[in-house]
């Protein structure tokens, strides 16, 4: 049972864990703290949080359990509001798309590694975003992440994957860095190419035309280039080592597939595909469940 | 009015036409004609088809309308079996995804390029393939690409633009050549990403582990990389050239995104996402209409 829960960054993540905690009758008192004053008073109104402050530091100084859901380029700012102003009880998460920048951020505001921040990270969004689009079943049979440090409190750690249980998630555990290497590979790589596809596109002479001709496989295929671009610019930034790797990696694939096409090999190119098809059959088949 | 509609392959494709026409009262008698003996009993049985022969100079030799839906590597054959058996008057016109190479083939099996031949596509289809998934309405608000030649004959032209409108599609001309290019961008390039991207996380060495993580963004960006691996394979062989220029300029693109990334320009990075998202957001918007 967490008793005052502070959510520092209202919007479609931080408001989805407070709505799920209330309805799972988890948590007590909650405040929500942010930057712009007419999205915490919508918070208010839908019942979302008790209270709110636009200073994080008053946010933080009487809860026990510290959420964070602000853009990657806003965590520096938010642990060096908060650094010495916690309960020493308090327990600080956060749900940051990469890992490595968030605990680099934490040890710069707080100048070590602090044992009771439990890094973490909900794989679970929609295509809306905003404290409006929350949901108190956002996170159920979703996955989330927690990428806990040596340092790291194992009674914290205990606390914060309990939280995301009451919420009906399902927690695993990794390195800092696996976590962010994984992410590269299955969220940060396609979000690229769904961004550079589009733009390639719409550079393109003829370029309303050609997407009059674009039908539903594209129409799939590019979701993801309509998502925030701030959010997206930071993550990259943010996990620069391991999206360069993965880069790299896409570019041999593609390289290769181009060679084919050019000395006209329908026999790699069947081979290649065809693996393909069966990653992703095996993939759809074995990850049913989480798709309803 | 048709009154002898042969269907060479009878799909998705083929059998939709086959229904779309029957349902708006615009066919007589239509024969079937492919080389799968239970898939042309299955057609003839859900009445798609009046009958049915797995010879195509038999199932042509008395149609007035002929439409060959096969696989692109099919296309040759079927040309070189049909080649001086056609009526005078019959029209051919094919749902082939690339253009130039079924008029070479047309022009191989025929010495010529027939001036009743008119190549076609219908840009149309769901995740689904066979007989069994075609649909009446598939055509309906769909387009549908017709590439005369300087030979083609008119009153053919205006007959096949006809047979597709009966069936609630929306038809335009564009050159050959030009229809190659914009599929390849707009199509072919994107299949591409997908096998190349579902294939890079597939060769991962923990690429089990991967896949768990890969959540919905994911799914939808991948799901054209489970489509049908010889297909797709015959559709870059057959459109080399423009593909390859889709692939250099996508490739131009990626490298650009590399090395803002490399270099840390989250200027650049949010101007490439801007825009794409502009595009994007505002290519949805524009063809609402069509997604219904």
């Not at 799920?20 to 712009?36: F, K, Q, S, T, Y």
């Not at 390639?200 to 295929?221: I, K």
Request: net charge negative; charged share 20%; hydrophobic share 50%.
């Amino acid at each position: 049972m967490i008793e005052r829960l502070a959510i520092i960054g209202v919007g479609l993540i931080g408001g989805s864990l407070a709505r799920a905690l209330r309805a799972a009758g988890a948590v007590g008192d909650i405040v929500g703290c942010g930057r712009a004053l007419p999205n915490l008073e919508r918070a208010l109104a839908l019942g979302v949080i008790d209270r709110f402050t636009q200073n994080p530091a008053e946010a933080v100084a009487n809860a026990d359990m510290i959420f964070i859901a602000v853009p990657l380029g806003a965590m520096r700012g938010v642990f060096d509001a908060i650094a010495g102003r916690l309960q020493p009880e308090a327990i600080v998460t956060d749900g940051g798309s990469v890992k490595g920048s968030v605990v680099l951020d934490a040890v710069a505001a707080f100048g070590h590694i602090p044992p009771r921040l439990v890094p973490g990270h909900p794989i679970a969004g929609t295509e809306h975003s905003g404290v409006e689009a929350a949901l108190a079943n956002l996170y159920q049979q979703r996955r989330v992440i927690v990428t806990p440090l040596p340092e790291t409190d194992p009674v914290a750690l205990a606390r914060v994957q309990m939280m995301w249980e009451r919420c009906g998630a399902e927690v695993t555990q990794m390195s800092v860095a696996h976590h962010d290497e994984v992410l590269a590979a299955t969220s940060h790589l396609p979000h690229l190419l769904a961004f550079g596809l589009v733009d390639t596109l719409a550079r393109l002479r003829e370029n309303d035309e050609v997407f009059q001709y674009a039908a539903g496989g594209f129409r799939d295929f590019s979701r993801i280039a309509s998502s925030n671009p701030v959010m997206w610019r930071d993550i990259c930034l943010a996990n620069r080592a391991a999206v360069s790797t993965m880069l790299a990696r896409f570019g041999a694939e593609m390289t290769d597939l181009a060679d084919s096409i050019r000395r006209a090999d329908g026999e790699h190119l069947l081979d290649i595909f065809t693996r393909a098809k069966a990653a992703r059959d095996r993939y759809v088949d074995g990850t049913k469940d989480e798709t309803a």
